[in-house]
């Protein structure tokens, strides 16, 4: 827990569509609106919407922690990679499928503060 505030803007995916086997790059600015220093915990989930196996709704897939003293921003960056969508098919190979991937950033699970979600063609 902190003793400031902070605010969640500016999420970035990029690309918005890619191959079974590329990255994405996600993005967003944390800022501290707050009157004190502090440090915040900004964590990255996703959610594979329709896949053949059963997934998590929210995965937790990077986390990073970042010192803002009041009134700074960062820009704090993530890379998905295809180990990170991947899930173990009933044959127990890893193995990305093509749909729909929600990005959720925040301070905590319960705490989603910017949403987002990329395709994978």
């Known amino acids: 827990l902190s003793y400031t505030k902070f605010e969640y803007s500016n999420l970035q995916i990029s690309p918005q569509e890619i191959g079974v086997g590329s990255e994405v790059n996600v ?10 220093a502090g440090k915040e915990v900004v964590q990255l989930y996703i959610n594979d919407v329709i896949s053949s196996m059963s997934t998590p709704v929210k995965e937790l897939k990077g986390f990073e922690k970042t010192a803002l003293q009041p009134g ?24 990305v499928e093509p749909g729909r991937f929600d990005i959720m950033v925040g301070s905590s699970s319960k705490d989603i503060r910017v949403k987002g979600s990329f395709e994978v063609r």
């Open 27 to 36: 993005s967003v600015d944390v800022k501290n609106v707050g009157k004190r």
């Open 72 to 95: 700074e921003k960062k820009t704090v960056k993530f890379k998905l990679t295809p180990e990170d969508l991947s899930f173990l098919d009933y044959y127990l190979v890893p193995v």
